[in-house]
């Protein structure tokens, strides 16, 4: 109790508690936000740290900073704690600098899509083979009214889709990539299928509309997976059906780069945590391991609370 109270008796560990928050970020990051030097708010994040108040997630040379869960009474006084963290004098500032960190994320990924969305379907299979996971995926389908796809690219699921629901509506960020999709269903011929342009955390559903959602091969490219998860909790109707599919933990640096990868890969422990708190129950993952080069896969399912 007294090592936590001494690392919560500074005003710069509080910022840095009410800015993470809101999300995971990096020592650079929260250089930014808090408009400190490195060395400062490294200090501060290793106090918080050693108290348990925090935790490190390594990812590659990165290391992403989250609230931590192995301090029991930080845990037990967090809820107040939180409440009170919005009266701090430099809060709006703060919060400023974090959407300024998240939309340089996001624009980095559109970007990036906006640039490649021709050659995409080649560049990802040739750049990081994956395993072979979309027999599992699209078995996994329940029959449905509406589905929904987050992140449809170049619309390449949209035929499997269209066959287990009566309407499909697919959502992208890239206008570009929205683009290739309307050429591929007006070559397949193929009605139902309704395509908006809208990022993952800010999906342009109502609430409830689908009764089916899939994320595959997007969730990595998000700036706030946590976030996302909590947006597809709204748009699904209760009882819903969530499925993952995406890469399984890895060390292949070079992708944030060379494909826009904002993470690398996920822990199945991570997305079930994930999504829990943003409202469904009964998450089950499984790894479809890869061979030889390929990446191995994570296919999560979950449902609607």
Request: negative net charge; contains cysteine.
């Amino acid at each position: 109790m007294l090592e936590t109270l001494k690392a919560l008796a500074d005003p710069t560990r509080l910022r840095l508690l009410a800015v993470l928050s809101r999300g995971e970020f990096t020592v650079q990051e929260l250089t930014a936000i808090l408009a400190m030097g490195q060395s400062r708010i490294s200090r501060h994040l290793k106090i918080l740290v050693a108290a348990g108040l925090l935790s490190v997630k390594r990812q590659g040379t990165w290391g992403y900073y989250r609230l931590g869960e192995e301090n029991p009474f930080f845990r037990e006084i967090w809820p107040s704690l939180d409440s009170r963290l919005e009266a701090l004098p430099e809060r709006r500032r703060d919060l400023d600098g974090v959407a300024r960190v998240l939309e340089t994320r996001r624009s980095r990924s559109r970007e990036f899509f906006d640039r490649h969305a021709r050659q995409w379907d080649e560049l990802a299979r040739t750049l990081l083979p994956v395993a072979d996971y979309l027999t599992p995926l699209l078995e996994a389908i329940p029959p449905c009214a509406t589905l929904l796809e987050v992140g449809v690219g170049t619309g390449a699921l949209l035929g499997s889709l269209r066959l287990a629901a009566d309407s499909v509506i697919g959502v992208d960020h890239s206008p570009a990539m929205l683009d290739e999709a309307r050429n591929r269903l007006a070559a397949e011929d193929l009605a139902g299928v309704a395509l908006r342009l809208g990022e993952m955390a800010h999906l342009p559903l109502s609430d409830g509309e689908a009764q089916v959602a899939i994320l595959n091969m997007v969730l990595h490219h998000a700036p706030q997976p946590s976030a996302v998860l909590a947006e597809l909790a709204r748009v699904l109707a209760p009882g819903g059906t969530l499925l993952i599919a995406d890469l399984a933990r890895h060390e292949k640096e070079w992708v944030r780069e060379q494909m826009a990868d904002q993470w690398l890969g996920f822990e199945a422990e991570e997305l079930q945590g994930w999504l829990t708190t943003a409202g469904f129950d009964g998450a089950d993952c499984r790894l479809v391991a890869g061979s030889g080069d390929a990446q191995g896969v994570l296919i999560c399912r979950a449902l609607r609370r």
